[in-house]
């Protein structure tokens, strides 16, 4: 009982370091955005009522929607926008036609976490960076190239891994949220009576007299729950019961406290209304709350960087994207990897957008869209896991996901409103990336449609060639195959140039699935083909390790004997021509065979030996 008490502890601590960073660091801009918008009148009830729509918001959208709801719906105990998408295109195998547009509407919302993932760190950063405005006016020309500075840092250090500073973040976001929960109360203490803002009629009151002022400003209060999302993410971490006991009983106590600590000092001084979270500190803490705030920033930031990692080798196991370098950075644990490709792309993204909007004032208009429209998207896919994965009854269904979607669809609704301000910043982002993923899933399936067509049978073949059998060389070969029971280019080559088979022959092909995890025991399916030759099949889920030499490690046993010193990896690499009048637009043809042509080699991906041997196959039209 005791060790279970304790790993739950650990737990906790652990997923408040990395799954409430981003939720954590709102206090930071919530309430500064909502009245420096100038479309709020600074009275009492008007403070009363904002804080009202602040507290219901989070316990609508985060309390009840994520924390009760979507954490119900896991994939093998994985979360997330792409664990939600398998569930749901699953329960809807049965309608292709629906299941086919459910996965780009799914897809496209994972590719706006790479716009929030350019968002969430700079205006996290330089929101605590701006804390130094209020220290003093002079700091203000050193906002931006510090914040610069601490986000190269940390991009920088990506390489390492975050296993010896990891253990720091839940601690560190411990002291965090302790530390606002008591700025809160403090200012609480001096105006206890804006505690009734707790109850919902002054968010029915204010949005009663002022309609069109609240649909403006949903926009703004949306920014309290940005990263409500990262709890069902990082569900697969540390299980449901950790998040929940750490949002119930310490993350939401504390950022309300915080929230509405900001409302009664606005009643008391209101010009502290420009920076409403650093006012709240006497003159001698401010200093320290910037440091802190900037720590609790790069932690908010490094959990968006390691997601962007994690995401990606998700979309490229789900076929969507070609296989990139990936960077293992603790031996113990497969999750923590490091894609350099990623990585400094998602920080020249980030530069980019520091020096464009130059405040976190400028950045909040670019924020929101992504995380409304990946909201609203969640809320759409749990209906359908909920009605015909769970199998629960239709009024049921539209009850439990209904309030969800209209409150959903009136904030992304008004942050429609930020589009021309900055919110096509994300938009963009993510329509190029999508672009990229769907004419990279096209190309290939129209690259193997060809190759199909084209291919000659593998075991008509071996037939043919053991009539008149070449000579055998000692050692086992293994040439790579995207199409099982089709002949690889590089057996080809092999016996045109070298005029020798080996010994033992794998015809190996990998396939991913719209699974998480795929265990050892169902990693391979082996046929033999006679002549010491087999074909395998080799499946991971789409948070599988890719790791050939070792899936094939487990074939000793079946008639097969792997030894690691004697054997040869063939890969085949086709040469992809564009056509014109075929398959796809003629500018997304030529963008796939640039982006084939840079794909890294699959060796790399598949973690194959140095001797692995790359065969240049036949050109290919698409």
Known sequence: MSASKSSLGALTLAAIGVAFGDIGTSVLYTIKEVFGSGHVQFTPDNVYGILSMVFWTLTTIVSVKYVLLVLRADNNGEGGLIAMLTLASRAVADRPALRNKMLLVGIFGACLFYGDGVITPAITVLSAVEGLEVVSPTFKDWVIPLTLIILFGLFFVQKRGTADIGKFFGPIMILWLMTIGALGLWQIMSHPEILWALLPWYAWKFTWQHPGITFIILGAVVLCVTGGEALYADMGHFGKKP??????????????????????????EPEAVKNPFFNMAPDWAQMPLVVLATAAAVIASQALISGAYSVTKQVIQLGYLPRLQVLHTNVKETG????????????????LAVGMFRSSSNLAAAYGIAVTTDMLITTVLTFFVIRYAWKLPLLICIGATGMFFVVDILFWASNLLKLT???????????????LMVTWKDGRALLNQSLHETSLSLTDFLESIFVAPPTRVAGTAVFMSAEQGTVPNALLHNLKHNKVLHEQNLFVTVRSHEVPWIGLNKRLEVEPLGHDC???????????????????????????????MTTSYFLSRDIVVPTIGKGMATWREKLFAQMHHNASAAAEFLKLPSNAVVELGSKVEI
């Open 243 to 268: 998040i929940r006991i750490a949002w119930f009983f310490i993350a939401m106590p504390c950022l309300t406290l915080n929230y509405f600590g900001q409302g009664a000092l606005l009643l008391s």
């Open 336 to 351: 923590q990897i490091y894609m350099p490709f990623v990585n400094w792309m998602l920080f020249a993204m980030i530069v």
């Open 421 to 435: 301000h900055g919110g096509w910043f994300p938009l963009v982002i993510a329509g190029v990336i999508f672009t």
């Open 534 to 564: 087999w074909q395998v099949m080799v499946h991971y889920g789409f948070k599988n390790d890719p790791d050939l030499p070792k899936a094939l490690s487990h074939i000793t046993g079946r008639g097969i004997k792997l030894n690691p």
